[in-house]
């Protein structure tokens, strides 16, 4: 089946500095890739829509400046969290559709921590 | 995309079928309903989908009401590993992006 391979699984970072996270697409091509955050206890929030070529989409609240995000290949598109500030610590989770009717297949998400 | 209701949590017995009910009731004729679950601290899972015939693979059925505006999740023997929080999602057909709503929190008792 699809899989999505999300990278690191953890990271701790300083506040100020920024952090990079992978969503690898293994054994398919993702024209699109989603990112989410998630609150504890709470639902999966859509940050933005990531199209392979092009500019993301941003969810109306979400800094695009804040949280840049680039999909250079149909494999893989990358979350950089710049200036990161403890608020910004969350989980964080990519998705990938494959194919116009079948599902989604998530990464396995990345816990940030910033202090 | 139409807005989902879900109870927020929901018990089963281990062994027992999970009857899980969602809501939506502003579905229209071309948005899938989407099941997906949630395991502690990891990536939601896939489970099953349909639009408006009732459905089943290895994991679950999904019953989808005539009038489409209401859906069960079926997990026939529920097991411990069974235990997450489970979503409802309905999706325009040719749209890109799932939205999430709160789901419910299955837990499984032994």
């Known amino acids: 089946g699809a899989v999505v391979s999300q990278h690191p699984s953890w990271v701790i970072c300083k506040s100020g500095t920024s952090v990079k996270i992978e969503c690898r697409s293994l054994?398919?091509?993702?024209?699109?890739m989603f990112w989410y955050r998630q609150f504890p206890k709470q639902s999966l929030m859509l940050m933005a829509t990531?199209?392979?070529?092009?500019?993301?989409?941003?969810e109306q609240g979400v800094e695009k400046d804040k949280f840049l995000i680039n999909h250079a290949s149909l494999t893989l598109s990358t979350l950089t969290v710049t200036s990161a500030h403890p608020e910004d610590s969350s989980f964080y989770i990519c998705?990938?559709?494959?194919?116009?009717?079948?599902?989604?297949?998530f990464g396995s998400g990345t816990r940030l921590t910033v202090v | 995309d139409a807005k989902t209701t879900q109870p927020p949590s929901m018990d089963c017995a281990e062994g027992r079928a999970a009857n899980l009910p969602c809501n939506h009731s502003?579905?229209?004729?071309?948005?899938?309903v989407y099941w997906y679950r949630q395991i502690h601290s990891q990536g939601p899972q896939y489970i099953i989908h349909?639009?408006?015939n009732n459905e089943t693979n290895e994991m679950a059925s999904l019953i989808i009401t005539e009038d489409r505006k209401s859906s069960t999740l079926i997990l026939p023997h529920a097991t411990l590993r069974d235990t997450a929080v489970y979503y409802c999602?309905?999706?325009?057909?040719?749209?890109?992006?799932?939205?999430f709503g709160q789901g419910t929190r299955l837990t499984i008792n032994p």
């Open positions: 054994d398919f091509q993702a024209t699109t």
């Open positions: 349909g639009l408006k």
């Open positions: 502003t579905i229209s004729g071309n948005e899938y």
């Open positions: 998705s990938a559709r494959f194919g116009m009717n079948y599902g989604y297949t």
């Open positions: 990531s199209n392979e070529g092009s500019k993301a989409t941003y």
């Open positions: 999602i309905v999706r325009i057909q040719g749209a890109q992006k799932l939205v």
